[in-house]
Every structure is written in C-alpha cells, then in structure tokens.
C-alpha cells in the first residue's frame, strides 16, 4: 500500500517543475518573440496551474469519504468554459500571442511527464 506522503511528495515535485518549466518559457518565449510571445506563455503557465490545481482538489473531493457535492462536477465543468472564453478574449481583444498561450497549458503536462520520468528512474522496490 502506498502512503499518502507518497503522493505529497510527488505532486511538490510536480509543483516545483511546473514553476521552473514556467520560468524557462516565459523567459525563452520573450528572448526567441518578444513580450507578446512571453506574456501569452505566462498566461497560458498560470492557467495550467489553476486547472492542476482545480483537479487536484477535484480528486481530494471525490477521495473523501463522503459522497462529492454537485458543486465539485459544476467547477469541473466551468473550467473548459473559463478556458474557452478567455481563448477568445485573448484572440479577439488582446495582442498577447494565442499560439504562446496555448503552448503554456502544457506546463501542467510536462511537469507530469518529468514526474513519471523520475518515478521510473527512482521506483521504490516494494
């Protein structure tokens, strides 16, 4: 069985990648396209973040012991709405790069994808 501080462990990593992953685009994006570039990767980075940890509280939720609320399966759904309207903000009104923000809503994903890395490379023996 595993712990829970397992799991702690892990999604500080997590956390931790995300941040440096962020800072290395936003800091690439501006050098290699200008602050347009960079700004729309850091907004794309921030909400990456929010929506891991959205989830994240989304599974402490259904962990629990007690049945989920409706409010949990209403917050999951308004996400992907706060996503699509600000996409469309972003492309109609703002001259922050689309494209850059949509690459920095893979910070999340990459961050998991070095986690699963160094899992594989430092699996415990159980």
Known sequence: ????????????????????????????????????????????????????????????ALGDSRPPKKRVAILAGLRYALLGGGSYVILRYSSINLIAAMVGLFVSVAAVIIEICFELVYARND
Not at 19 to 32: M, N, P, R
Not at 38 to 60: E, T
């Open 1 to 60: 069985m595993i712990d829970d501080q397992f799991f702690e462990h892990a999604r500080t990593r997590i956390s931790k990648a995300m941040l440096a992953i962020a800072a290395v685009g936003l800091i690439g994006a501006s050098a290699w396209r200008g602050w347009t570039y960079g700004a729309g990767f850091a907004l794309g980075a921030a909400v990456s973040w929010l929506n891991f940890r959205w989830i994240k509280q989304i599974v402490d």
